[in-house]
């Protein structure tokens, strides 16, 4: 577990397909996959983004991590 270091929240590291360090909130999410949720997305286990919605039937629901930058109230310091 790490600090984010604009918000001192607990985020971890998960490692993209691309083998870049993505940070995450620690606590997974309950989604629904969705091709079309501009804005929505959760990390899988794998390191790849998926495109969600955040509410649906229980008995379809997965588990996922949120990149940090899609919750930290700071993560405009952070964009190149």
Not at 23 to 28: L, R, T
Request: hydrophobic fraction near 35%; charge should be positive; include cysteine.
């Amino acid at each position: 577990m790490a600090k984010c270091k604009g918000c001192g929240r607990d985020i971890f590291w998960i490692r993209t397909p691309a083998g870049k360090a993505m940070p995450c909130d620690p606590v997974p999410v309950k989604y629904w996959p969705e091709e079309k949720a501009p804005g929505k997305v959760v990390l899988i286990n794998t390191g790849e983004l998926v495109s969600c919605k955040f509410e649906g039937p229980e008995v379809t629901a997965r588990m996922g991590c949120t990149p940090h930058w899609a919750t930290c109230p700071e993560a405009a310091k952070f964009k190149k």
